[in-house]
């Protein structure tokens, strides 16, 4: 280890303790507007659904093709319904069927209905563009006896939908309607399946709606029962619009309630519109643009080489933050944009849930992952109950656990019967939480971390202490369990997902118990078991195994549960040769047939510093399985694939993993230039960084908490000039090669540049007007 002296400089702007001036990189001098508009979505062809439904791929039009709009509670999504007729979809994303106990029908996320645009005359010309950076679309449809203009959005903080025209002609008159969709599970319509007391007689899961019309006023009154009688109802959902025309214009105001009482949701509505029929208009988009204006500038900051990604990136922003906000609930598979036939209409946790939730902290966007967080701990009894609800594990009071699949209250019981169809997963818990202790670690929160986190944990790593057993060399072993769809049989003791879960779980307790100086009376237990916990199962020909007794021998399987020790866990070490072979080995056969197979390789790739090969993979996803609107199908939407390749480029730009932060490590050749503002990486540092003609040439890290900072950049040590915004002398070590180590303090901002490159701060990366746009248009067709 050698010890170096970077000389402070003396430039513009920041001043730290000792009054050093430094000009700091910041976000604040981006062209927000101009920046974003670059990334908008435009249609000059809007597309219609297939008429009947379909169970694979190949559906890229209409649903996936519509301009997607939301609020976290509330969503849109506008599209063709069939020729001359255009269909904005409503959804409500906590609108469920309230049947017990728990089932993929009886828990359904339900489909509300669509508004229907039938204009006057034929259509000749249809265009609209969605702005990211107002969070609205706009457009038009030109028909032989008039124009219609038009302008829609979902407001960012009231739920309403707001759909606005300006029209010229005959088309003053245009159709304006809603259209109720039946009240059952989207599972029943895409397998034509209704399980044996879900529906009664007719083949009816809830009774009909009811709509009352009172001049410009409008509700659909929807009752969800609790029995296919229809004599009890749990709750009433309303749709509910209000029409207003002045000369040639319209503007339609709509919301949706829901409540236990009838009465109670329908004067909800009312005064809901009500009181938006009291705001001037101008009012109402000034503060939903300003929400959508201040959200950006919160995040992180990334600009790509390449249009597609960069565009993509930023789609993904808009996207999330359209379907989860704090105080919503969390994100399904649908998110607040549902369908009405797709099998998958609940919450998966033993993939989805945690893809959807893997980027928002290096993105800076860890507030927008809380409700997950929030809704764990506050049904933390009902995951207790997963566990002491079956048979024999009544006493289990200690542990907890996440099942395949179950709705808002995460309660689902898991019964150990299921290891016989690889379903007994046990370790989705201990994933899922895994997410949770890196947005704890990287924001500094140590009172979540202490008073949410640990006890989530402990009782999910408990789990593991109830069906441990231990083999004849004294290891701890685990019985049959599950390594998610490899196989519809046991998959066989010691599966590598599981073992990952846990001994990654086991890990992050003992730092918990360091880092906050709990002292926990299971501290010594907890050492133990991970001391003494099998090694992972490998075989030296065909790589990690799925189990103890099962080879990892179908490679085109799609889920990644084998390979958690490489990722997201990074147990292995790349540096070490011996761990290297056994990783490319396992990851090279590995050969994923679905996009977040993908993705998921990719971020090993971007991991293990093969960034071409990385990129390749996400070309794949890029050009197979994303759709027009950057949606994702699997026989229905499921919304955890383009999010996780969020994860995948972060792993491009930045890598934190093993307590080092890691700058354009995963970057492909193909990106001489790139540039990114305020990653947030674990140990609370904000990063900053520009790469140009192959090479990094400015790297920043704002420390929030005064943490020790180990930075691996590509710089020669020998041109490594490191500056701080508070001492005249900043004091780092070499740590390797291309590793330097240094202390900070809270708030310090300290720059790490090449003597031989001027500076060269983040900027957004230009790029030609033929680039614009990917996105958006339904004449676009995966390939």
């Not at 030296?540 to 020790?565: A, I, N, P, W």
Request: charge should be negative; hydrophobic fraction near 35%; charged fraction near 20%.
């Amino acid at each position: 280890m050698n010890l170096y002296v970077g000389l402070l400089l003396s430039v513009a702007m920041l001043c730290g303790s000792c009054g050093s001036p430094m000009k700091k990189a910041v976000t604040d001098d981006i062209d927000w507007k101009t920046f974003l508009a670059q990334h908008d979505m435009y249609w000059s062809k809007i597309t219609a659904d297939p008429t009947e439904p379909k169970r694979d791929f190949g559906q890229s039009t209409g649903y996936y093709a519509g301009a997607i709009m939301g609020n976290g509670l509330l969503g849109t999504n506008l599209y063709k319904l069939r020729d001359n007729v255009y269909r904005i979809n409503v959804g409500r994303s906590d609108v469920t069927e309230v049947r017990q106990p728990y089932s993929l029908y009886n828990s359904a996320r339900l489909p509300i209905g669509y508004f229907t645009i039938a204009p006057k005359g034929m259509v000749s010309e249809e265009e609209m563009r969605l702005s990211l950076y107002d969070a609205e679309t706009a457009g038009h449809f030109t028909t032989e006896v008039g124009r219609m203009n038009f302008r829609t959005y979902v407001h960012a903080t009231r739920n309403v939908i707001v759909f606005e025209s300006d029209c010229v002609g005959e088309e003053m008159d245009y159709d304006w309607d809603f259209v109720p969709q039946e009240a059952i599970s989207p599972r029943s319509i895409i397998n034509n399946d209704y399980p044996l007391g879900y529906v009664n007689s007719l083949h009816h899961s809830n009774p009909a709606p009811e709509r009352i019309d009172e001049g410009d006023w409008h509700f659909v009154i929807q009752p969800l029962a609790l029995d296919t009688t229809f004599t009890n109802i749990g709750k009433y959902y309303v749709m509910a619009w209000n029409q207003i025309s002045e000369g040639s214009r319209q503007r339609i105001l709509a919301t949706v309630t829901q409540q236990p009482d009838k009465d109670a949701a329908l004067n909800e509505a009312r005064q809901l519109l009500q009181n938006e029929l009291d705001v001037k208009e101008s009012k109402r988009t000034s503060t939903h643009r300003d929400w959508w204006h201040n959200f950006y500038s919160r995040a992180a900051f990334l600009t790509f080489p390449d249009m597609k990604y960069e565009s993509f990136y930023w789609a993904q922003y808009y996207k999330f933050a359209s379907t989860a906000r704090p105080g919503c609930p969390i994100v399904d598979l649908m998110g607040v944009w549902p369908n009405y036939d797709t099998p998958w209409p609940a919450i998966w946790m033993n993939l989805n849930i945690q893809l959807t939730y893997s980027w928002q902290t290096k993105a800076n966007l860890g507030w927008l992952a809380q409700p997950l967080w929030d809704g764990l701990y506050a049904y933390r009894d009902n995951l207790c109950r997963n566990v002491t609800d079956i048979t024999g594990q009544e006493g289990w009071t200690d542990a907890a656990c996440l099942p395949r699949t179950c709705t808002y209250d995460f309660h689902a019981p898991l019964n150990p019967a299921l290891a016989n169809v690889n379903q007994y997963e046990v370790g989705n818990l201990a994933w899922t939480l895994h997410y949770y202790w890196l947005q704890c670690n990287a924001y500094g929160d140590k009172e979540q971390m202490r008073e949410r986190l640990f006890p989530l944990l402990k009782s999910a790593v408990n789990m593991f202490f109830h069906i441990r057993q231990k083999n004849v060399d004294g290891k701890y072993v685990l019985p049959p369990t599950a390594s998610p769809e490899y196989t519809g049989e046991c998959a066989g003791p010691n599966t590598n997902y599981d073992l990952a879960n846990l001994r990654q779980g086991l890990a992050t307790l003992l730092r918990i118990d360091d880092e906050c100086g709990i002292n926990d009376p299971m501290r010594a237990q907890w050492q133990d078991f991970l001391d003494n916990l099998t090694d992972f199962p490998y075989n030296d020909q065909t790589g990690f195994k799925v189990s103890d007794t099962l080879e990892f021998l179908d490679t085109s399987h799609r889920h990644y549960s084998h390979l958690f020790m490489i990722y997201p866990y990074y147990m292995l070490r790349w540096d070490n040769p011996a761990d290297r072979a056994r990783m490319e080995l396992s990851i090279d056969r590995w050969q994923g047939n679905q996009g977040y197979s993908r993705t998921g390789k990719a971020a090993m790739l971007a991991a293990a510093g093969r960034g071409d090969d990385a990129l390749e993979q996400m070309e794949v996803f890029m050009r197979r399985f994303l759709m027009p609107n950057t949606l994702y199908a699997e026989s229905g939407p499921v919304i955890e694939t383009p999010l996780a390749a969020m994860s995948s480029l972060h792993e491009f730009y930045m890598q934190d993993w093993g307590d080092c932060i890691r700058v354009f490590g995963g970057v492909p050749s193909r990106w001489p230039d790139a540039s990114f503002m305020n990653m947030r990486a674990q140990g609370a540092f904000l990063v900053s960084a520009t790469r140009e003609a192959g090479a990094t040439v400015f790297v920043q890290v704002e420390s929030e908490q005064g943490n020790t900072c180990k930075l691996q950049t590509d710089i020669p040590m020998e041109r490594v000039k490191v500056v701080s915004s508070c001492t005249d002398v900043k004091t780092f070590y070499s740590v390797d090669e291309h590793v330097i180590c240094f202390e900070t303090v809270p708030g310090e901002v300290i720059q790490v540049t090449d003597m031989a490159s001027p500076y060269v701060y983040p900027h957004p990366l230009a790029h030609s007007e033929s680039e614009t746009m990917p996105f958006g248009d339904g004449v676009r067709q995966p390939k």
